[in-house]
């Protein structure tokens, strides 16, 4: 038989101890901020029904489900006639009747209205766990990712908002990235479309506008007349996509272009609403309004949040927004929610290039007791227990083998200390404990170890 080599799917990673380690002091950071604000985690199922995912991501969304085949002989059911029909989306709602998670938002609004009894509204939760996209990996695009959700639903108050980039602030500030926090909203763009005239043609605007950081604004326009927006709509909405000005002048744009748009006023004086708030907080991070800001979902239908990292190229690391009545499909009409998803895996990448790890991150074991012998591995098993009793990370070498393996052992580890304990130390009742970055040794009993640790 031949040897198989070993891989992966593409767009998948590994991540070993000291990714995981680094990987977890993300997770520990954003759990502990979430937790300040009064958030409360929660898990969903790694696969949901594909009546539950399908039609809330947009058609381009749709297309980057993963499905997953029914149990057992999957085309079972299928009639002859139709099991040559490859293609066709008859034949694949008959083989497959769930799928892979898409994001965290659908599958929370699924369980607020399953769970709508015995939860508090508002609801407050954070979710940190994978989901799948059936993307083309490139750099910074992930087909398994990871994501840090904080949502809260139940609530239309604009403080939600404003709650949420406080999070992202603070999230952003103790990892030690610099961050531009973009904000737009969904009802400015309603009325762009009203004012282009294309009011019918939201989603295809919203769609085509999503891609202007990766295509460029002339590709947008491009898709937009292939799209079947006229060019006399196309024309009108380029002083939006091109206007370069601070906060008021954009305002100022927009309440001009949208005077006769009512959803677009709101939605301008929402965004005047949230930077009122914003202007008694004490902010680190740039927020700044981003007129092409779209995010492609159908599900948003006011603010919209985006995060960019300043200083690597990575495209968004953070983004969300308010959804007025995503848990109205499920049968639950008119519970608004609002929320923002933190991409771990991105962050992990701009932290690395960043180098924004603490040093000393990888170091999980703070002491090895080296292995002389059967005499002295029992004696220091004993001392080996006192020392975790006292909250310190510590190991015994497995195997008696020589000193310098072990040693190799320990710097490949970064671990920070050693213990020797041979015949003379047993006889002293002390420790001979070597500091593997200075070489320095000395004899402590165990409690002058451990002080010394600690």
């Not at 990673?13 to 680094?22: A, C, K, L, S």
Request: glycine share 8%; charged share 25%; hydrophobic share 40%.
């Amino acid at each position: 038989m031949a040897v198989q080599k070993p891989s992966i799917p593409k767009g998948t990673r590994d991540f070993g101890p000291y990714e995981m380690v680094r990987r977890n002091y993300i997770f520990n950071i954003t759990r502990k901020v979430f937790g300040k604000y009064g958030y409360l985690p929660l898990e969903t199922p790694a696969m949901e029904n594909l009546s539950t995912l399908l039609g809330k991501y947009g058609e381009e969304g749709d297309k980057l489900l993963f499905r997953i085949l029914n149990s057992g002989d999957f085309l079972s059911k299928v009639a002859p006639s139709e099991k040559s029909l490859l293609n066709s989306q008859k034949l694949l709602s008959q083989i497959s009747e769930k799928g892979l998670k898409y994001d965290l938002t659908v599958p929370f609004a699924r369980y607020v209205v399953q769970h709508r009894n015995e939860i508090t509204f508002p609801f407050k939760r954070y979710q940190i766990q994978p989901v799948w996209r059936a993307d083309r990996p490139q750099k910074g695009r992930y087909r398994e990712f990871f994501q840090c959700d904080v949502d809260v639903i139940g609530s239309k108050s604009l403080l939600s908002e404003v709650e949420l980039i406080q999070i992202t602030d603070e999230v952003f500030s103790i990892l030690g990235i610099d961050i531009k926090i973009k904000i737009n909203n969904r009802k400015v763009l309603a009325g762009v479309a009203e004012m282009m005239g294309e009011a019918g043609q939201m989603m295809k605007i919203t769609i085509a506008i999503d891609k202007i950081d990766k295509m460029g604004l002339e590709k947008v326009n491009e898709e937009l007349l292939q799209s079947g927006i006229p060019q006399k709509a196309v024309d009108k909405l380029q002083p939006i996509l091109m206007f370069s000005g601070g906060r008021e002048e954009k305002l100022a744009l927009l309440k001009n272009l949208l005077a006769g748009s009512e959803i677009g006023m709101k939605g301008v004086a929402e965004l005047e609403q949230v930077f009122s708030y914003l202007s008694g907080l004490n902010i680190h991070s740039e927020v700044e309004i981003d007129l092409s800001l779209a995010r492609g979902l159908n599900y948003y239908t006011g603010a919209i949040l985006e995060v960019e990292a300043m200083n690597v190229k990575m495209g968004s690391i953070c983004g969300g927004g308010r959804y007025d009545d995503l848990t109205g499909i499920f049968g639950l009409k008119d519970v608004s929610g609002v929320g923002i998803s933190f991409g771990a895996d991105r962050i992990y990448d701009v932290m690395l290039q960043l180098d924004l790890f603490p040093a000393g991150l990888e170091q999980t074991t703070q002491l090895l007791f080296v292995n002389f012998g059967e005499k002295e591995e029992e004696y220091c098993l004993k001392l080996l227990d006192g020392v975790r009793k006292a909250g310190i990370s510590a190991e015994i070498y497995p195997d008696r083998v020589k000193m310098k393996k072990q040693m190799i052992y320990a710097n490949n580890k970064n671990v920070k200390f050693v213990a020797l304990v041979g015949e003379n130390e047993m006889l002293e009742k002390k420790i001979t404990l070597k500091d593997m970055v200075t070489g320095e040794q000395e004899k402590l009993t165990l409690d002058e170890l451990v002080m010394k640790l600690k």
